[in-house]
C-alpha cells in the first residue's frame, strides 16, 4: 500500500494569487497524477508526473495554468496560478502500488476556495 | 478508455445486501473492470477488479457477466459506512506505461438508510 499527504487539506486564496500543493508518498513510486474534482462532480485527471521528466498534460491542461514539479520519486507539486473563481475544486494527488499492483492510491485532497 | 455507464444514484437498507450495476458494451479483451468509492470528504478508494472470472474480498464481491458486457458490484452487508459514490472502471491491461491513469464516470451516489 502507499499512504499519501497532501497539503494544504484546504485554503481560501485570493483570485489572481497562485497556491502550490504539496503531495508526499511514503514509498518511491515511478508515476504520480493530479486530479481535479469540480464541486458535485467526478474526478478530472490533470496531468501526469514522472520523475526527471516534464509533466504530461490532459486536453483541456496547460502547463502555465498548472505547473508541476517531481523533484524526485516521493514527492511532487501542483501550482495553481492566477486563480480564478472558477478553480474552486478539491485537488487530489494519486499514485499506483508498489511491485506491480494495480491498486491505485489518493491522498485526502485539497479542497480550494477562490473568492 | 472504454467507457462505463451507472445509475446516478441508489438507495438501499441497512445491513442488507447492494447490487451496483455498471455497463461496459464497448468493453475490449484487455480491460479490467475496476471498481473504486469514495466516501464523503475522502479521496477514493480502491474496492476491487476483475478480467472474467467473479471476485470476492474483504470488501465486496464482483460479478461479470458472461459476455463481459455488464458487472455487478455485490456488498453483502450494507452498513452506513458504506455511504460513498462508487466508480466503476475500465484500465487497459498490462498497465504499461500509459495506461496507468484511471479515467472516472459520473459513478453511482449510494445512500443508506438506517
Known amino acids: 500500500s502507499a499512504v499519501i499527504s497532501q497539503k494544504p487539506s484546504r485554503d481560501i486564496c485570493q483570485r489572481g494569487t497562485s497556491l502550490t500543493i504539496q503531495c508526499q508518498v511514503d514509498?518511491?513510486?515511478?508515476?504520480m497524477f493530479w486530479y481535479r474534482q469540480q464541486p458535485g462532480q467526478s474526478l478530472t485527471l490533470i496531468a501526469t508526473a514522472n520523475q526527471g521528466s516534464e509533466a504530461t498534460y490532459e486536453s483541456g491542461f496547460v502547463i502555465d495554468k498548472f505547473p508541476i514539479s517531481r523533484p524526485n520519486l516521493t514527492f511532487s507539486t501542483l501550482t495553481v496560478s492566477n486563480m480564478s473563481p472558477e478553480d474552486s475544486s478539491i485537488y487530489l494527488c494519486s499514485v499506483e502500488g508498489a511491485g506491480g499492483n494495480t491498486e491505485a492510491f489518493f491522498g485526502q485532497g485539497t479542497r480550494l476556495t477562490v473568492v | 478508455d472504454a467507457k462505463t455507464t451507472q445509475p446516478n444514484s441508489m438507495e438501499s437498507n441497512e445491513e442488507e445486501p447492494v447490487h451496483l450495476p455498471c455497463n461496459h458494451s464497448t468493453i475490449s479483451g484487455t480491460d479490467y473492470i475496476h471498481w473504486y468509492r469514495q466516501l464523503p470528504s475522502q479521496g477514493p478508494e480502491y474496492v476491487i477488479h476483475?478480467?472474467?472470472s467473479n471476485v470476492n474480498n474483504r470488501m465486496a464481491s464482483l460479478a461479470i457477466a458472461e459476455d463481459r458486457k455488464s458487472s455487478t458490484l455485490i456488498l453483502h452487508r450494507a452498513t452506513l459506512r458504506d455511504a460513498a459514490v462508487y466508480y466503476c472502471i475500465l484500465r487497459e491491461a498490462p498497465f504499461s506505461f500509459g495506461n496507468e491513469k484511471l479515467t472516472f464516470g459520473t459513478g453511482t451516489r449510494l445512500t443508506i438508510i438506517p
Open positions: 514509498s518511491q513510486v515511478t508515476m
Open positions: 476483475g478480467l472474467t
